[in-house]
């Protein structure tokens, strides 16, 4: 199984980025996609998740209103878009599958595979 994250840069607050999440290796459409985050001296956290068909999504409240979490099952990959970008959104984005269960979508350990990470960087 790979999950590749893609889409990460360096932007000034108030711009927008896209992230890429391409999944191979595994019945994409079976996972619940999630993104997390980790920014340097802190833990890892949630950030979004998306249910396999897409129709409900969970959000951080942190990023409630500004990120927005999508997915192509036919293409195998998840998104996230991220808007009004602040320097406190500096961070390594990783996506991340969780297979079908009752787990919490928002725990880490709740997923069962993980990309590799993007880098995400807001200047002020």
């Known amino acids: 199984v790979q999950l590749q994250a893609s889409g990460g840069g360096l932007v000034q607050a108030g711009d927008s980025l896209r992230l890429s999440c391409a999944a191979s290796?595994?019945?994409?459409?079976?996972?619940?996609m999630g993104w997390f985050r980790q920014a340097p001296g802190k833990e890892r956290e949630f950030v979004a998740a998306i249910t396999w068909t897409g129709d409900s999504t969970y959000y951080a409240d942190s990023v409630k209103g500004r990120f927005t979490i999508s997915r192509d099952n036919a293409k195998n990959t998840a998104y996230l878009q991220m808007n009004s970008l602040q320097p406190e959104d500096t961070a390594v984005y990783y996506c991340?599958?969780?297979?079908?269960?009752?787990?919490?979508?928002?725990?880490?350990?709740?997923?069962?595979?993980w990309g590799q990470g993007t880098q995400v960087t807001v200047s002020s």
């Open positions: 290796g595994l019945t994409f459409s079976n996972y619940i």
């Open positions: 991340a599958a969780k297979p079908a269960g009752t787990s919490s979508i928002r725990a880490r350990s709740s997923y069962r595979y």
